[in-house]
């Protein structure tokens, strides 16, 4: 199995500008979390997906931010306008169901640097 | 909403030392899980423990459940270079339930020299 799949890598764009974040999660899998990371806050949920029907976005930060899951093995975290203090890694995790945190397999991330 | 703390934020070590490292809250939790992230990676869970006072083994990595249910330590024996990493704690407070359930620590930052 592939495991989770984001992309890309790396984003690097400048203030103001739209940011889409992908996320494959694994085949089979019915839940999906979308993560950020910084130093400063560490790592936080800012929503999940249970059959691709957002269930709680309460981790959203702002308007700025939002995330779909059009089918089971495609989600977009998209933010707009973008600013210098979204910069963080974005991970991205599956699950087979959305009841246990030690479901959940993480992908590699996604370093976004907005300058 | 819940807060935990790890502790220590680093340590260097050499090869083929044990390490200790914990895990606090001032809240209860229903279930402890350790991850391990290595740079440019995401978190890859270690032990998952669901039981206050449960103790359990992953080779040489050992976790406990703490019994007030608001702590949890991992040790790691006989260190490896490959042991380098962050190490997260994460608290649930009930199972199916996410938002403001769960939190992960801020992590504890192992390097080991050779």
Not at chain 1, 8 to 31: A, D, F, W, Y
């Amino acid at each position: 199995d592939a495991g989770v799949i984001q992309s890309p890598r790396h984003e690097v764009t400048e203030m103001g500008q739209e940011v889409t974040l992908r996320c494959k999660p694994i085949s089979g899998h019915n839940s999906l979390f979308w993560y950020r990371q910084t130093m400063m806050r560490g790592l936080e949920l800012l929503i999940y997906f249970n059959n691709n029907v957002p269930i709680d976005d309460s981790g959203m930060p702002e308007d700025r931010f939002s995330a779909k899951m059009p089918n089971a093995s495609f989600s977009t975290l998209k933010i707009q306008p973008s600013e210098p203090r979204d910069s963080a890694v974005y991970f991205c995790a599956s699950s087979v169901t959305s009841g246990n945190l030690d479901e959940q397999f993480f992908g590699p991330g996604t370093r976004l640097t907005v300058l | 909403g819940q807060q935990l703390n790890q502790s220590p934020q680093s340590m260097f070590i050499q090869e083929g030392e044990d390490v200790s490292m914990n895990c606090t809250s001032s809240s209860i939790f229903n279930t402890w899980l350790w991850y391990k992230q290595d740079p440019g990676e995401g978190p890859v869970l270690l032990i998952a423990l669901y039981k206050a006072g449960e103790l359990t083994s992953n080779g040489r990595l050992t976790a406990q459940f703490g019994i007030t249910r608001k702590d949890s330590f991992l040790n790691i024996s006989a260190s490896i270079p490959s042991d380098v990493g962050i190490y997260f704690c994460a608290g649930q407070l009930l199972p199916g339930n996410y938002g403001q359930n769960f939190v992960f620590g801020p992590g504890t930052r192992l390097s080991v020299l050779p």
